[in-house]
């Protein structure tokens, strides 16, 4: 069974910093693009980082300078540490696994940047 659990949201001053982490498990991890993507209420869900099965990464301009992508093979983790928070990346923040034939979600996990 394929899963995908994040973890590391929550509710963050703006200013401040998050380190989000994707566990998968059921899945040869290291052959899977991993990309971070949120969702705002009443907006569309929007790619934020990804970071191939080669560590090539790839932002958001929104996140550019203040995200960074990274994965651990050996734990099957992936990770978005995020600096310099701002209201606006106030979103619920999914994980996705994928490759040519695979794509896998997790459930998601809320951050809110706020005062």
């Known amino acids: 069974q394929v899963q995908l659990v994040e973890s590391g949201g929550g509710l963050v001053q703006p200013g401040g910093s998050l380190r989000l982490s994707c566990a998968a498990s059921?899945?040869?991890?290291?052959?899977?693009?991993i990309s971070w993507y949120r969702q705002a209420p009443g907006k569309q869900r929007e790619l934020v980082a990804t970071?191939?099965?080669?560590?090539?990464?790839n932002y958001a301009d929104s996140v550019k300078g203040r995200f960074t992508i990274s994965r651990d093979n050996v734990k099957n983790t992936v990770y978005l540490q995020m600096n310099s928070l701002k209201p606006e990346d106030t979103a619920v923040y999914y994980c996705?696994?994928?490759?040519?034939?695979?794509?896998?979600w997790g459930q998601g996990t809320q951050v809110t940047v706020s005062s």
């Open positions: 996705n696994a994928r490759t040519q034939y695979n794509n896998y």
């Open positions: 970071i191939t099965s080669g560590g090539s990464t």
């Open positions: 059921g899945i040869i991890f290291s052959i899977y693009d």
